[in-house]
């Protein structure tokens, strides 16, 4: 037998007799930690979703050519962060504590930029339940720390894709090379064209989850199960989240190192990292540091101490989908890494190219406009938790028991958030609300929106909601009639939407207006249909729309609507509307600059500062 499969058989027999246990669920799983589900966005988002790459020979946001810096301590204002707005995150997590039922137990959470660790903070519990519901005694309550160690979770495929890409650089291993080449038992059930590139960006066709911890007696049966399974879509058709890949891709790491994959990993990732505090299957002596996860009722006990993930636990701890536990600081040295192109101080974990491939997106021909962003390994453009940090260039991965980590590169910003969500049961809350409201928080500390803009009209900020902001007036027939806007838009692409329209029959009917959107140092962006959706580019725009029924300019009495609709769920900073004016040639017939003007505008579910 295959003695790091015998090494694992040692550390799950340890860790069942640690526990105390008999034997493994037979429902319960995490199965992982996918985005929420939605529906697909309509034809008609799709279709006019502009195009928000940039311009012109602009680097890459993932071109890394840093200088390896360290962490340090900084002051917020050092590092570009507003330190006031950062004051309002202890407020954010404390609602997710006392929602009903809480969000999380505890949470540990850090703000860096530009290798500043600027803020952290720590509330909540580590450890407070004794079952899913009934509480400790309240003098055995475990506050939640600043260097409090987190399960991971889902966050530990970011530390296999790491490794995966160090076999890439060394030539041990291609993106293209089958993954039945290294592990021949893959090619079963018709998986021989899977390449290790479908496994890093979920495209492999494999089913999301299968049952190892109890369907299979041992681990050398439930990696087979892992090897043989069979796929649900043929290989790149198809975008489906899959812990079974990267148990896969783990496998081969250790195939071709000889080493099992904590070893590997602590050898050639954290140790060099300095990562003292992040490792798998931690020692029971750092018990009381780490936050416990969930009562299992077939255990009859309190996960503390050990992995969450039942899979992994059933393979010994370790596995490529999870098993990492860590505290906020050393993710964020890992973190760091990345933003240094590979390299923290000394320290050279990846090359900067290899950085850039691993956050470049691979599948949206695959997904679709509004679809899933995948690069080798981490989770781009989420909007569902990055939110107000979003752009095709955010990274990079949730973790299913509360744990998130989000990297933008515009700003070489890190925001870590670790909860134990599923303390004392996953049947509670989510974090990914009071992840939304973290990003967004942190986007504004960094001045994201425009100074120009903070005054206008804001709207985008609720869930499943159409905010409307209309004028009206009398078109005289003496000009080309437009209208120019000043414009900020940050909407979830294709689900949030922005439509500018007009109507000239007292609102019965509405027609859409095509324009353009034109910015200093940028190329114009076509709005063709009217709708804008997408991240923006962070940009102020100067939104110039005819105003035309197909080859006619409206005359009369014509109604002017900004109207955005919002679905049910993931927002990023929504839409900001500056000074609005509606022009016949040069004559300005509303210009919201003048006091009186500015009384015209109706607006619904808009706000502006008083």
Same mark, same amino acid.
């Given at each position: 037998?295959?003695?790091?499969?015998?090494?694992?058989?040692?550390?799950? !027999?340890? %860790?069942?007799?640690?526990?105390?246990? &008999?034997?493994?669920?037979?429902?319960?799983? !995490?199965?992982?930690?996918?985005?929420?589900?939605?529906?697909?966005?309509?034809?008609?988002?799709?279709?006019?979703?502009?195009?928000? *790459?940039?311009?012109?020979? $602009?680097? $890459?946001?993932?071109?890394?050519?840093?200088?390896?810096?360290?962490?340090?301590?900084?002051?917020?204002?050092?590092?570009?962060?507003?330190?006031?707005?950062?004051?309002?995150?202890?407020?954010?997590?404390? %609602?997710?504590?006392?929602?009903?039922? /809480?969000?999380?137990?505890?949470?540990?959470?850090? &703000?860096?930029?530009?290798? @500043?660790?600027?803020?952290?903070?720590?509330?909540?519990?580590?450890?407070?339940?004794?079952?899913?519901? +009934?509480?400790?005694?309240?003098?055995?309550? =475990?506050?939640?720390?600043?260097?409090?160690?987190?399960?991971?979770?889902?966050?530990?495929?970011?530390?296999?894709?790491?490794?995966?890409?160090? #076999?890439?650089?060394?030539?041990?291993?291609? =993106?293209?090379?089958?993954?039945?080449?290294?592990?021949?038992?893959?090619?079963?059930?018709?998986?021989?064209?899977?390449?290790?590139?479908?496994?890093?960006?979920?495209?492999?066709?494999?089913?999301?989850?299968?049952?190892?911890?109890?369907?299979?007696?041992?681990?050398?049966?439930?990696? @087979?199960?892992?090897?043989?399974?069979?796929?649900?879509?043929?290989?790149?058709?198809?975008?489906?989240?899959?812990?079974?890949?990267?148990?896969?891709?783990?496998?081969?790491?250790?195939?071709?190192?000889? #080493?099992?994959?904590?070893?590997?990993?602590?050898?050639?990732?954290?140790?060099?990292?300095?990562? +003292?505090?992040?490792?798998?299957?931690?020692?029971?002596?750092?018990?009381?540091?780490? %936050?416990?996860?969930?009562?299992?009722?077939?255990?009859?006990?309190?996960?503390?101490?050990?992995?969450?993930?039942?899979?992994?636990?059933?393979?010994?701890?370790?596995?490529?989908?999870?098993?990492?536990?860590?505290?906020?600081?050393?993710?964020?040295?890992?973190?760091?890494?990345?933003?240094?192109? @590979?390299?923290? @101080?000394?320290?050279?974990?990846?090359?900067?190219?290899?950085?850039?491939?691993?956050?470049?997106?691979?599948?949206?021909?695959?997904?679709?406009?509004?679809?899933?962003?995948?690069?080798?390994?981490?989770?781009?453009?989420?909007?569902?938790?990055?939110?107000?940090?979003?752009?095709?260039?955010?990274?990079?991965?949730?973790?299913?028991?509360?744990?998130?980590?989000?990297?933008?590169?515009?700003?070489?910003?890190?925001?870590?958030?670790?909860?134990?969500?599923?303390?004392?049961?996953?049947?509670?809350?989510?974090?990914?609300?009071?992840?939304?409201?973290?990003?967004?928080?942190?986007?504004?500390?960094?001045?994201?929106?425009?100074?120009?803009?903070?005054?206008?009209?804001?709207?985008?900020?609720?869930?499943?909601?159409?905010?409307?902001?209309?004028?009206?007036?009398?078109?005289?027939? *003496?000009?080309?009639?437009?209208?120019?806007?000043?414009?900020?838009?940050?909407?979830?692409?294709?689900?949030?939407?922005?439509?500018?329209?007009?109507?000239?029959?007292?609102?019965?009917?509405?027609?859409?207006?095509?324009?353009?959107?034109?910015?200093?140092?940028? /190329?114009?962006?076509?709005?063709?249909?009217?709708?804008?959706?997408?991240?923006?580019?962070?940009?102020?725009?100067?939104?110039?729309?005819?105003?035309?029924?197909?080859?006619?300019?409206?005359?009369?009495?014509?109604?002017?609507?900004?109207?955005?609709?919002?679905?049910?769920? +993931?927002?990023?900073?929504? %839409?900001?509307?500056?000074?609005? #004016?509606?022009?016949?040639?040069?004559?300005?017939?509303?210009?919201?600059?003048?006091?009186?003007?500015?009384?015209? &505008?109706?607006?619904?579910?808009?706000?502006?500062?008083?």
């Amino acid at each position: 037998m295959d003695p790091r499969i015998t090494r694992r058989t040692g550390l799950t !027999a340890t %860790a069942l007799a640690a526990a105390g246990a &008999v034997g493994l669920p037979t429902a319960a799983h !995490a199965g992982g930690d996918p985005a929420p589900r939605k529906d697909r966005p309509s034809a008609g988002a799709t279709r006019s979703a502009p195009s928000w *790459r940039p311009g012109g020979p $602009h680097r $890459h946001p993932w071109d890394r050519r840093g200088s390896g810096r360290i962490l340090t301590e900084r002051r917020p204002d050092a590092v570009g962060l507003d330190g006031e707005r950062l004051d309002e995150l202890p407020d954010i997590l404390r %609602a997710g504590l006392e929602f009903d039922p /809480p969000r999380f137990c505890g949470v540990s959470l850090l &703000v860096a930029s530009q290798a @500043g660790i600027a803020y952290e903070h720590a509330d909540g519990h580590a450890l407070r339940w004794q079952d899913a519901s +009934t509480e400790l005694p309240e003098d055995q309550w =475990l506050p939640a720390r600043t260097d409090t160690i987190y399960d991971l979770a889902s966050i530990s495929k970011i530390f296999t894709a790491t490794a995966v890409m160090q #076999q890439v650089e060394q030539g041990r291993l291609g =993106l293209e090379d089958l993954v039945a080449d290294h592990l021949p038992r893959f090619a079963e059930n018709g998986k021989g064209e899977v390449t290790v590139q479908h496994l890093l960006t979920h495209v492999g066709g494999l089913p999301p989850f299968i049952n190892l911890y109890s369907a299979h007696p041992d681990i050398e049966s439930r990696l @087979g199960a892992v090897l043989t399974v069979e796929p649900t879509s043929p290989p790149g058709t198809e975008y489906v989240y899959s812990d079974l890949g990267l148990i896969t891709l783990g496998l081969i790491v250790e195939e071709l190192s000889g #080493q099992g994959l904590d070893e590997y990993v602590r050898e050639h990732i954290t140790a060099p990292l300095g990562m +003292t505090e992040t490792m798998y299957n931690p020692p029971a002596e750092l018990k009381g540091r780490i %936050a416990a996860t969930e009562y299992v009722e077939h255990h009859g006990y309190l996960v503390h101490g050990h992995v969450h993930d039942e899979n992994a636990y059933s393979l010994g701890g370790v596995a490529g989908h999870a098993g990492v536990f860590s505290t906020a600081r050393d993710l964020a040295v890992f973190a760091q890494m990345f933003l240094g192109g @590979g390299r923290y @101080g000394e320290a050279r974990i990846l090359r900067a190219g290899t950085v850039r491939d691993m956050f470049t997106d691979r599948i949206a021909e695959v997904t679709g406009v509004g679809g899933a962003r995948r690069g080798l390994g981490p989770e781009l453009e989420a909007w569902y938790y990055h939110s107000g940090l979003t752009s095709p260039y955010s990274g990079t991965h949730t973790g299913f028991t509360g744990t998130s980590l989000v990297i933008d590169p515009l700003t070489d910003t890190i925001v870590i958030m670790l909860a134990n969500s599923v303390h004392p049961t996953r049947e509670w809350s989510t974090t990914s609300v009071t992840r939304r409201e973290v990003s967004t928080c942190v986007a504004h500390a960094l001045g994201l929106v425009p100074e120009e803009l903070r005054g206008g009209w804001r709207a985008g900020q609720e869930d499943e909601t159409t905010a409307t902001l209309d004028v009206a007036l009398e078109l005289e027939g *003496r000009g080309a009639p437009e209208l120019r806007m000043e414009l900020l838009a940050h909407l979830e692409t294709a689900y949030d939407v922005l439509t500018v329209e007009a109507s000239a029959d007292q609102g019965e009917t509405w027609v859409p207006l095509a324009g353009h959107l034109e910015a200093k140092h940028q /190329p114009p962006v076509e709005i063709p249909d009217g709708q804008i959706t997408g991240w923006g580019r962070r940009v102020a725009w100067t939104g110039v729309f005819a105003l035309m029924e197909g080859e006619e300019a409206l005359v009369g009495e014509v109604q002017i609507r900004l109207s955005l609709t919002t679905d049910t769920a +993931t927002r990023g900073l929504g %839409a900001w509307v500056g000074r609005i #004016q509606v022009l016949e040639g040069r004559r300005a017939l509303v210009d919201t600059d003048r006091d009186a003007d500015r009384e015209l &505008v109706h607006a619904d579910g808009w706000s502006r500062p008083s």
